[in-house]
């Protein structure tokens, strides 16, 4: 019987691994031009667009006919509501951070909803595995939070606080104020973005790998073992990339709240 590293050493293993192009790089269905700029409609961005009308309609049907003693989705969607508003406003904002529940739980569905792409039969691919969805959601965040701190102490108010924070020595501001300055402007959406990429696209590799590894062990009688071993853990980490999809959207809304409540605080 041949052992583990011989089989995946042969060149048909070699030759079934898409590449990183193929796993990450997409045909224009529609190009055009507006202007000097190229728009190239792929199925990155329809998904995209698709994501976006299914978190608007899950709303839509879950409250179209709203009731008293909700039932079926619309019980499932104020159970999601009810976790956002009190897990993550009035958890880290309080009662005055109600007027950003509409856009957190948004939030919340949104990026659950695009990397739960990656267990989608015939999709497959989670869109937060690109840098590009991340990173626009980050932005959205950084926009806000700032927003909410300029709004509340002015746009001096607001940079002074940042740059100066109270209670440190004068000598100390010509290190901290850069740093200060740098972590709220650039680093916060940064990690942001990275955190949530990082995670779906190191996922989506290892599920392309295992799964087309157990297809190709299964196809010779004496691999079958080690097949139905890649198929088990397969299945286990199809699993555990529903729970990161979940967790990774409750981490990106709770750390936006917590940016919110950094940027009008009075320490801030």
């Given amino acids: 019987m041949p052992g583990l590293v011989e089989v995946f050493a042969r060149e048909g293993f070699q030759k079934s691994l898409p590449s990183a192009n193929e796993l990450y790089q997409w045909p224009c269905i529609v190009n055009f031009r507006v202007g000097g700029t190229n728009l190239?409609?792929?199925?990155?961005?329809?998904?995209?667009?698709?994501?976006?009308?299914?978190?608007?309609?899950?709303?839509?049907?879950?409250?179209?006919?709203?009731?008293?003693?909700?039932?079926?989705?619309?019980?499932?969607?104020?159970?999601?509501?009810?976790?956002?508003?009190?897990?993550?406003?009035?958890?880290?904002?309080?009662?005055?951070?109600?007027?950003?529940?509409?856009?957190?739980?948004?939030?919340f569905l949104f990026t659950m909803f695009i990397s739960l792409l990656e267990v989608v039969p015939a999709v497959q691919f989670p869109l937060s595995s690109r840098i590009s969805v991340p990173l626009i959601l980050a932005i959205g965040s950084w926009l806000i939070y700032n927003y909410a701190g300029i709004k509340k102490k002015g746009a001096w108010g607001y940079f002074k606080g940042i740059m100066f924070p109270p209670g440190v020595p004068k000598p100390a501001y010509v290190l901290l104020t850069p740093i200060e300055l740098l972590t709220a402007l650039v680093l916060r959406p940064a990690t942001l973005a990275i955190r949530l990429f990082a995670n779906f696209f190191a996922g989506h590799v290892l599920l392309t790998v295992f799964f087309l590894g157990t297809a190709y062990l299964a196809v010779n009688p004496p691999t079958i073992p080690f097949a139905l071993a890649a198929l088990v853990l397969s299945v286990f980490l199809v699993g555990l990339e529903v729970f990161i999809a979940a967790v990774q959207a409750y981490v990106f809304t709770l750390l936006t709240a917590v940016y919110i409540t950094l940027s009008v605080s009075e320490e801030h």
């Fill in 40 to 107: 190239c409609i792929n199925k990155v961005v329809i998904l995209e667009f698709g994501i976006a009308a299914l978190t608007a309609l899950v709303f839509i049907l879950a409250f179209r006919r709203a009731r008293v003693v909700p039932r079926g989705g619309q019980n499932l969607m104020e159970a999601i509501y009810d976790f956002v508003a009190r897990d993550v406003v009035e958890g880290v904002l309080g009662r005055e951070g109600v007027r950003w529940q509409p856009y957190l739980t948004v939030l």
